[in-house]
T-cell receptor
Framework: EDQVTQSPEALRLQEGESSSLNCSYT??????LFWYRQDPGKGPEFLFT???AGEEKEKERLKATLTKKESFLHITAPKPEDSATYLC???????????FGKGTRLHILP | KAGVTQTPRYLIKTRGQQVTLSCSPI?????VSWYQQTPGQGLQFLFE???????NKGNFPGRFSGRQFSNSRSEMNVSTLELGDSALYLC????????????FGPGTRLTVL
């Protein structure tokens, strides 16, 4: 069964302490992998789309990378405003369905 | 440009009742998807509509249904509500069904008592 697994479930970092969030997937035929950010009480906000292994995308303190089996969201020198739940999702080729992981709750302490 | 709007934002129902949720996509967007979000299961895909046709459906019982109108607005209906249907229901729109980036609304928080 196709799955998207995110780790860790929760992560607490000090401001300025860089780290990475992991998204591993088992999907036969990946059409795209997405990262979203979700703040409490709000809908997810799109961050990145990655299409093929080796691809990287950056936005401010965030950098997303993709391999054949997993994706990483690297957070460099995070600030308290980066605190949120980060969601990973994949769209599979055979039926275009999108499967979400359960997310990583990130808390940045000032 | 106005974002995705969902109404109502909060809803309380009792078991056995039915409910209809509404979603207005971003102007010009023709694809609308619905998701259920719970703490235990995360975001789960319900269905996707494009040009008034259901294009995809997730693994939910037939009590969950939806439709899309000619102006791309969409509704989802849940009949015979169960306690387990309590969740945040999210709607997302995109310009087309093949467009990867989705824009989410704030969701409707449904509580079933």
């Amino acid at each position: 069964e196709d799955q998207v697994t995110q780790s860790p479930e929760a992560l607490r970092l000090q401001e300025g302490e860089s780290s990475s969030l992991n998204c591993s997937y088992t999907v036969s035929g990946l059409r795209g992998l997405f990262w979203y950010r979700q703040d409490p009480g709000k809908g997810p906000e799109f961050l990145f789309t990655l299409y093929s292994a080796g691809e990287e995308k950056e936005k401010e303190r965030l950098k997303a990378t993709l391999t054949k089996k997993e994706s990483f969201l690297h957070i460099t020198a995070p600030k308290p405003e980066d605190s949120a739940t980060y969601l990973c999702a994949v769209r599979r080729n055979r039926d275009d369905k999108i499967i979400f992981g359960k997310g990583t709750r990130l808390h940045i302490l000032p | 440009k106005a974002g995705v709007t969902q109404t109502p934002r909060y809803l309380i129902k009792t078991r056995g009742q039915q409910v209809t949720l509404s979603c207005s996509p971003i102007s010009g967007h023709r694809s609308v998807s619905w998701y259920q979000q719970t703490p235990g299961q995360g975001l789960q895909f319900l269905f996707e509509y494009f040009s008034e046709t259901q294009r995809n459906k997730g693994n939910f019982p037939g009590r969950f249904s939806g439709r899309q109108f000619s102006n791309s607005r969409s509704e989802m209906n849940v009949s015979t509500l169960e306690l387990g249907d309590s969740a945040l229901y999210l709607c997302a729109s995109s310009p087309s069904s093949s467009y990867n980036e989705q824009f989410f609304g704030p969701g409707t928080r449904l509580t079933v008592l």
